[in-house]
């Protein structure tokens, strides 16, 4: 859903599918950077779960610093994934996924249940049973999504959202560094080979129009989530040497309401909107992990060893819990109808306690900040808007401190600033919008390994860079996608003097990517059919701060065809990677990840 979004890279651990990997401006958003309806879903230690995309209506990316708005994130931005929630007319569908080693099917229904349109619902489910391109891979699905709205009158809206997922998967495949060998290849133990999640949601949007120009807004989620890990890793090529084994029992809860009320008035001079919200979240996590090894294996002859031949030792018994109180406002004014003015600013107060169980001791910070935005458009024409903008970001830390690694000294919240400047045209010709984005992001407080468990929060890193991008319906029948990002980041301070001035790890100079598909519309029998093509350009990088560890630039090609069969029944056949391109995304500790090789997919799908 991001691989052909402008400023955005994804999938930099390739096979490894255990998270939404993806980067927004060169910064790792993985653990901060999600949020569903607007409230966050972060991620402290390993417990987390994807999202099902089949339940998402909407994917929203806002890049750059967003802290005045959204809290606790990095400077390069955030994705916003809105859920399906029930629609006012009656709908439905059904369908079924084919390709080699995976069957999906799913359903997704819903409309008024009343005359009146009082009350409406929405139900989606998803069943999966699937296999990854490696040995002993596996991607099992399974996902159910209630949902109720209840509007007694056209100002005044209720919805109810839940969902159920249960999901079996399994960590990527690394490899040694230099060692020609098949991606598919499986260097664990097939008996302990597994992150399997399991996760309910339950939450409300509620809105209420008091028809004076005020509008009151309450959005909030309660998630509870369970997480079985087990994996075998570090094959050598002396099968002498021991293999690493990981293990994570654990689970989590978080509850996120946040509270708007926005104001929009106008003068015979200006139009105003005022925005005032109040968030708290609340995570807690309590996770057992155990580190050990397993026996060497022969990488060239495989023979598995099972079970009996792990051993593990307790690691870390902790919990780590994280209450944030946010207090934030925006003011948003155009004047003349050519100028926009957006002044924002936040407070956060972040209160974090660590208990490290099998010790007997505790962490307990508390951290906070006021982070602030002020922003300027200028229309110069209908069609054509110049801007710039100021932002802040704020995002503690929540690590272990006692074992394993340790960060030196007191854990401090990382800060970021971003300046921005751009243009966006709107052609009057044809349905278009073209953008371009020039920045320049700093990060301080980042941590930094300065020995191999060690780490110092002295780093700062920065990213400048350049945006472009195009989106294009040339007519009915063709539509066009144009992304192009420029990263020019570096290292400014790390604590080792050599890494000064290098390029951050895993992170690209360049990315891009076009698309175009184009509808053959349908006569008599014959229905509408529907070609596209995409080629993601992912340019070099680097697996290390040193830069030593080179990950090579690669050029991967998608494609798809749809037809539709009747007007309610359509096949649409999908591929990623068609041309089943060998390539790399990490170089990570002398462990190197392959990217996922050529998918085929069809769908069919019938709706009424």
């Given at each position: 859903?991001?691989?052909?979004?402008?400023?955005?890279?994804?999938?930099?651990?390739?096979?490894?599918?255990?998270?939404?990997?993806?980067?927004?401006?060169?910064?790792?958003?993985?653990?901060?950077?999600?949020?569903?309806?607007?409230?966050?879903?972060?991620?402290?230690?390993?417990?987390?779960?994807?999202?099902?995309?089949?339940?998402?209506?909407?994917?929203?990316?806002?890049?750059?610093?967003?802290?005045?708005?959204?809290?606790?994130?990095?400077?390069?931005?955030?994705?916003?994934?809105?859920?399906?929630?029930?629609?006012?007319?009656?709908?439905?569908?059904?369908?079924?996924?084919?390709?080699?080693?995976?069957?999906?099917?799913?359903?997704?229904?819903?409309?008024?249940?009343?005359?009146?349109?009082?009350?409406?619902?929405?139900?989606?489910?998803?069943?999966?049973?699937?296999?990854?391109?490696?040995?002993?891979?596996?991607?099992?699905?399974?996902?159910?999504?209630?949902?109720?709205?209840?509007?007694?009158?056209?100002?005044?809206?209720?919805?109810?959202?839940?969902?159920?997922?249960?999901?079996?998967?399994?960590?990527?495949?690394?490899?040694?560094?230099?060692?020609?060998?098949?991606?598919?290849?499986?260097?664990?133990?097939?008996?302990?080979?597994?992150?399997?999640?399991?996760?309910?949601?339950?939450?409300?949007?509620?809105?209420?129009?008091?028809?004076?120009?005020?509008?009151?807004?309450?959005?909030?989620?309660?998630?509870?989530?369970?997480?079985?890990?087990?994996?075998?890793?570090?094959?050598?090529?002396?099968?002498?040497?021991?293999?690493?084994?990981?293990?994570?029992?654990?689970?989590?809860?978080?509850?996120?309401?946040?509270?708007?009320?926005?104001?929009?008035?106008?003068?015979?001079?200006?139009?105003?909107?005022?925005?005032?919200?109040?968030?708290?979240?609340?995570?807690?996590?309590?996770?057992?992990?155990?580190?050990?090894?397993?026996?060497?294996?022969?990488?060239?002859?495989?023979?598995?060893?099972?079970?009996?031949?792990?051993?593990?030792?307790?690691?870390?018994?902790?919990?780590?819990?994280?209450?944030?109180?946010?207090?934030?406002?925006?003011?948003?004014?155009?004047?003349?109808?050519?100028?926009?003015?957006?002044?924002?600013?936040?407070?956060?107060?972040?209160?974090?306690?660590?208990?490290?169980?099998?010790?007997?001791?505790?962490?307990?910070?508390?951290?906070?900040?006021?982070?602030?935005?002020?922003?300027?458009?200028?229309?110069?024409?209908?069609?054509?808007?110049?801007?710039?903008?100021?932002?802040?970001?704020?995002?503690?830390?929540?690590?272990?401190?006692?074992?394993?690694?340790?960060?030196?000294?007191?854990?401090?919240?990382?800060?970021?600033?971003?300046?921005?400047?751009?243009?966006?045209?709107?052609?009057?010709?044809?349905?278009?919008?073209?953008?371009?984005?020039?920045f320049d992001l700093t990060q301080t407080n980042v941590p930094t390994y300065i020995n191999p468990v060690v780490q110092s929060q002295i780093g700062e890193v920065r990213n400048r860079g350049i945006e472009l991008e195009g989106k294009m319906a040339l007519d009915d029948r063709t539509n066009i996608?144009?992304?192009?990002?420029?990263?020019?980041?570096?290292?400014i301070e790390d604590g080792i003097v050599g890494n000064i001035g290098n390029r951050p790890d895993l992170v690209p100079e360049h990315l891009a990517s076009a698309w175009i598909d184009y509808t053959i519309p349908g006569q008599g029998r014959f229905g509408d059919l529907t070609l596209g093509a995409?080629?993601?350009?992912?340019?070099?990088?680097?697996?290390?701060?040193?830069?030593?560890?080179?990950?090579?630039?690669?050029?991967?090609?998608?494609?798809?065809?749809?037809?539709?069969?009747?007007?309610?029944?359509?096949?649409?056949?999908?591929?990623?990677?068609?041309?089943?391109?060998?390539?790399?995304?990490?170089?990570?500790?002398?462990?190197?990840?392959?990217?996922?090789?050529?998918?085929?997919?069809?769908?069919?799908?019938?709706?009424?």
């Amino acid at each position: 859903a991001l691989a052909y979004t402008a400023g955005v890279a994804v999938d930099e651990f390739g096979s490894d599918d255990r998270y939404d990997y993806f980067r927004i401006r060169g910064f790792d958003e993985t653990s901060n950077g999600t949020y569903r309806d607007g409230l966050p879903m972060r991620i402290a230690g390993w417990t987390a779960a994807r999202t099902e995309t089949y339940g998402l209506q909407r994917v929203e990316v806002l890049k750059g610093s967003t802290s005045t708005l959204f809290g606790l994130n990095s400077p390069g931005g955030i994705v916003n994934l809105i859920t399906k929630r029930p629609l006012s007319t009656t709908h439905a569908e059904v369908l079924t996924t084919l390709g080699d080693g995976y069957i999906r099917t799913g359903t997704d229904f819903g409309g008024p249940i009343d005359e009146q349109g009082v009350w409406s619902y929405r139900f989606t489910g998803l069943w999966q049973d699937a296999d990854r391109d490696q040995d002993y891979s596996i991607d099992d699905r399974l996902y159910f999504a209630p949902a109720l709205t209840f509007s007694p009158t056209d100002s005044t809206t209720l919805t109810i959202l839940t969902d159920y997922s249960k999901t079996k998967t399994n960590a990527g495949y690394g490899f040694p560094y230099g060692v020609d060998i098949d991606p598919n290849t499986f260097l664990g133990e097939p008996d302990f080979n597994k992150f399997d999640t399991e996760q309910g949601d339950i939450g409300y949007l509620f809105e209420h129009d008091f028809a004076t120009g005020l509008v009151f807004r309450q959005n909030a989620r309660y998630t509870h989530i369970d997480l079985d890990y087990e994996q075998v890793y570090g094959g050598a090529i002396d099968p002498s040497v021991n293999r690493e084994a990981f293990a994570v029992y654990s689970s989590g809860n978080r509850f996120a309401i946040d509270n708007q009320l926005q104001y929009d008035t106008e003068w015979n001079w200006a139009e105003s909107k005022s925005l005032f919200g109040v968030e708290y979240d609340y995570d807690s996590v309590h996770e057992d992990v155990y580190y050990g090894y397993a026996y060497g294996i022969n990488i060239s002859k495989l023979n598995y060893c099972g079970r009996r031949c792990i051993f593990l030792s307790p690691y870390i018994d902790w919990k780590p819990e994280q209450e944030v109180l946010g207090i934030y406002g925006q003011e948003q004014l155009t004047l003349s109808e050519r100028w926009i003015v957006t002044l924002g600013g936040r407070y956060d107060y972040v209160d974090t306690e660590v208990e490290y169980i099998d010790w007997g001791l505790a962490d307990h910070t508390t951290d906070e900040a006021f982070t602030t935005r002020a922003g300027v458009t200028y229309k110069a024409t209908e069609g054509l808007a110049f801007y710039a903008n100021y932002s802040e970001s704020f995002q503690p830390l929540v690590a272990p401190t006692f074992n394993g690694y340790s960060i030196a000294g007191s854990i401090d919240p990382q800060m970021g600033t971003q300046y921005e400047v751009g243009v966006k045209y709107e052609p009057e010709s044809f349905d278009a919008l073209f953008t371009l984005a020039l920045f320049d992001l700093t990060q301080t407080n980042v941590p930094t390994y300065i020995n191999p468990v060690v780490q110092s929060q002295i780093g700062e890193v920065r990213n400048r860079g350049i945006e472009l991008e195009g989106k294009m319906a040339l007519d009915d029948r063709t539509n066009i996608t144009l992304a192009y990002s420029y990263w020019d980041a570096e290292i400014i301070e790390d604590g080792i003097v050599g890494n000064i001035g290098n390029r951050p790890d895993l992170v690209p100079e360049h990315l891009a990517s076009a698309w175009i598909d184009y509808t053959i519309p349908g006569q008599g029998r014959f229905g509408d059919l529907t070609l596209g093509a995409g080629i993601r350009y992912v340019g070099s990088s680097y697996g290390d701060a040193a830069n030593l560890a080179v990950i090579p630039g690669y050029t991967l090609v998608d494609a798809m065809v749809s037809y539709q069969v009747t007007d309610r029944l359509s096949l649409a056949v999908n591929a990623t990677n068609l041309f089943d391109e060998t390539y790399i995304t990490a170089n990570y500790y002398n462990t190197v990840y392959y990217g996922d090789g050529r998918r085929i997919l069809g769908t069919l799908k019938y709706t009424w």
